[in-house]
């Protein structure tokens, strides 16, 4: 077990464990986190397992975790990776089950006091247009040659298909297409969990919010935003779905032996990776990429979904009913970027799961409306509970490989907020505090309760401290619809 006083204390938000610690590390271990939410994880073993990923080959510059840290699946969530490329080594449990798990979110001009006697008729529409719920299937019928296409294309076949618009697109991370997918690599038993599911939901912690711009921070990156103060915004959170999860399971299987072929040493069977210039580290970065795009394709079925809704009930009672993209991003990646690492270039791999983009001002890969600004950074909150827009910084991309936090983080397991909380007792309590509620499930919302979280807040105030991501706006929610 690792104690707090095994850490060396960098600032009141930063802090590490030196490469020292153990004697298999090839890297030191950077902690964003302040000493409160430190104590927070000491009982659950992402420390541990942060150190552990410290050991993998070809690592470079440090590991980095974010603030809203919990235990994952071999590597920690809220973790940060980068191996050197092509030499270094890719693990999918470094990147997540739901690949490219990721939040999009889009804006009003809708005043919420306009808005608020039909919050309850939109959430209802939200509900009916965007299918939610496990193995739940979305209207959106494809062969599996269009689904090929998705992998492919990824967003860009959501527009040929007029279900985006050339905004979207620009204001999509990687404007919503990774190059280098190839479906060929991607099992039948995917495919088939895939093809019927673009444009759903899924359940866990995934949804779709409606908010009200609460309070804004940063005046002249909200206007070039487009967030409006007393307005009402929605985000969608989801990835994969069950395409990207069999993807993941079907590599860590198969990369069991290729450790073994490889003779790669691991502390955790769990972490278990590929050199990214082998046959198998190939395969996986296709795969993994035909799952991206996929994901990037859901989220904008959703949002064109969700514009349908809107319209619906809003449209002849509004002045202008339309959503408009901020952005979209992903937090469960692995992206091939280039660092300044010791003052050199240096082409890597980074591993990024729980843990979002933030590039900070200049970054050619942002829209030029955002280069002066900085990345949009979208940090959503538990259920009822507040959610953040931030931008990137300077000061992330030399410490944190351009990276910030993703959400709140949970300190309960579902299992135990099932025990915990019920699920109609917090739906009514959320009712009465004027959030709109629509679930499919009573014990899926026990699993997501406001208690099973850290405080979203202080996760923000941790990253903003630190200097690796700064404040925008703060949103408040209205309305919310999960599986």
């Given at each position: 077990?690792?104690?707090?006083?095994?850490?060396?204390?960098i600032?009141?938000?930063?802090?590490?464990?030196?490469?020292?610690?153990?004697?298999?590390?090839?890297?030191?271990?950077?902690?964003f986190?302040?000493?409160?939410?430190?104590?927070?994880?000491?009982?659950?073993?992402?420390?541990?397992?942060?150190v552990?990923?410290?050991?993998?080959?070809?690592?470079?510059?440090?590991?980095?975790?974010m603030?809203?840290?919990?235990?994952?699946?071999g590597?920690?969530?809220?973790?940060?990776?980068?191996?050197?490329?092509?030499?270094?080594?890719?693990?999918?449990?470094?990147?997540?089950?739901?690949?490219n798990?990721?939040?999009?979110?889009?804006?009003?001009?809708?005043?919420?006091?306009?808005?608020?006697?039909?919050?309850?008729?939109?959430?209802?529409?939200?509900?009916?247009?965007?299918?939610?719920?496990?193995?739940?299937?979305?209207?959106?019928?494809m062969?599996e040659?269009?689904?090929?296409?998705?992998?492919?294309?990824?967003?860009?076949?959501?527009?040929?298909?007029?279900y985006?618009?050339?905004?979207?697109?620009?204001?999509?991370?990687?404007?919503?297409?990774?190059?280098?997918?190839?479906?060929?690599?991607?099992?039948?038993?995917?495919?088939?969990?895939?093809?019927?599911?673009?444009?759903?939901?899924?359940?866990?912690?995934?949804?779709?919010?409606?908010?009200?711009?609460?309070?804004?921070?940063?005046?002249?990156?909200?206007?070039?935003?487009?967030?409006?103060?007393?307005?009402?915004?929605?985000?969608?959170?989801?990835?994969?779905?069950?395409?990207?999860?069999?993807?993941?399971?079907?590599?860590?299987?198969?990369?069991?032996s290729?450790?073994?072929?490889?003779?790669?040493?691991?502390?955790?069977?769990?972490?278990?990776c590929?050199?990214?210039?082998?046959?198998?580290?190939?395969?996986?970065?296709?795969?993994?990429?035909?799952?991206?795009?996929?994901?990037?394709?859901?989220?904008?079925?959703?949002?064109?979904?969700?514009?349908?809704?809107?319209?619906?009930?809003?449209?002849?009672?509004?002045?202008?009913?339309?959503?408009?993209?901020?952005?979209?991003?992903?937090?469960?990646?692995?992206?091939?970027?280039?660092?300044?690492?010791?003052?050199q270039e240096?082409?890597?791999?980074?591993?990024?799961?729980?843990?979002?983009?933030?590039?900070?001002?200049?970054?050619?890969?942002?829209p030029?409306?955002?280069?002066?600004?900085?990345?949009?950074?979208?940090?959503?909150?538990?259920?009822g509970?507040?959610?953040?827009?931030?931008?990137?910084?300077?000061?992330?991309?030399?410490?944190?490989?351009?990276?910030s936090c993703?959400?709140?983080?949970?300190?309960?397991?579902?299992?135990?907020?099932?025990?915990q909380?019920?699920?109609?007792?917090?739906?009514?309590?959320?009712e009465?505090?004027?959030?709109?509620?629509?679930?499919?499930s009573?014990?899926g919302?026990?699993?997501?309760?406001?208690?099973?979280?850290?405080?979203?807040?202080?996760?923000?105030?941790?990253?903003?401290?630190?200097?690796?991501?700064?404040?925008?706006?703060?949103?408040?929610?209205?309305?919310?619809?999960?599986?």
């Amino acid at each position: 077990m690792i104690a707090i006083q095994d850490l060396k204390r960098i600032s009141d938000y930063e802090w590490e464990i030196p490469q020292t610690f153990r004697q298999d590390m090839r890297v030191p271990v950077r902690i964003f986190a302040t000493r409160r939410l430190l104590e927070k994880v000491m009982d659950d073993k992402s420390l541990e397992q942060a150190v552990n990923a410290a050991t993998l080959p070809g690592l470079v510059g440090r590991v980095v975790v974010m603030p809203d840290m919990h235990q994952g699946y071999g590597f920690p969530i809220g973790g940060v990776a980068a191996t050197r490329y092509p030499e270094g080594v890719i693990s999918p449990g470094a990147i997540g089950y739901d690949i490219n798990c990721g939040v999009r979110l889009l804006a009003t001009s809708i005043e919420y006091e306009e808005a608020k006697t039909l919050l309850g008729d939109l959430a209802t529409a939200l509900d009916h247009y965007c299918p939610s719920g496990v193995g739940e299937k979305g209207a959106l019928r494809m062969s599996e040659k269009e689904l090929d296409q998705v992998c492919r294309e990824g967003a860009r076949w959501t527009l040929k298909q007029g279900y985006a618009t050339e905004m979207d697109l620009l204001r999509t991370e990687e404007g919503g297409c990774l190059e280098g997918a190839d479906p060929s690599k991607v099992s039948p038993h995917a495919k088939e969990r895939g093809r019927p599911q673009l444009g759903t939901l899924g359940a866990g912690n995934h949804f779709i919010e409606v908010d009200v711009v609460e309070q804004i921070f940063d005046a002249e990156a909200a206007r070039v935003m487009g967030l409006e103060e007393g307005a009402l915004a929605l985000q969608i959170h989801c990835g994969s779905r069950g395409f990207g999860h069999q993807i993941c399971t079907d590599y860590v299987r198969e990369f069991q032996s290729a450790v073994k072929r490889y003779g790669i040493q691991l502390p955790d069977r769990e972490l278990v990776c590929a050199p990214l210039n082998s046959p198998e580290g190939q395969n996986y970065l296709a795969a993994m990429r035909s799952a991206a795009n996929y994901a990037f394709a859901n989220r904008q079925m959703l949002a064109h979904n969700a514009r349908i809704a809107f319209e619906q009930v809003f449209a002849g009672k509004v002045r202008d009913w339309r959503l408009r993209q901020v952005y979209d991003i992903a937090h469960n990646m692995g992206k091939i970027e280039t660092h300044i690492i010791d003052g050199q270039e240096v082409k890597v791999c980074v591993h990024r799961k729980g843990a979002t983009r933030a590039f900070g001002p200049g970054s050619p890969e942002l829209p030029d409306e955002y280069r002066r600004i900085g990345q949009p950074v979208l940090v959503p909150g538990s259920m009822g509970t507040a959610s953040w827009v931030l931008v990137g910084t300077e000061s992330s991309m030399q410490r944190a490989f351009g990276s910030s936090c993703h959400g709140a983080g949970r300190v309960m397991s579902r299992q135990q907020a099932k025990k915990q909380v019920r699920g109609e007792a917090l739906r009514q309590e959320l009712e009465a505090d004027g959030i709109r509620v629509r679930a499919g499930s009573m014990a899926g919302l026990a699993e997501e309760a406001p208690q099973a979280y850290k405080d979203v807040d202080a996760v923000v105030e941790t990253v903003a401290g630190a200097e690796i991501a700064r404040k925008v706006a703060r949103l408040r929610p209205v309305a919310v619809v999960k599986g």
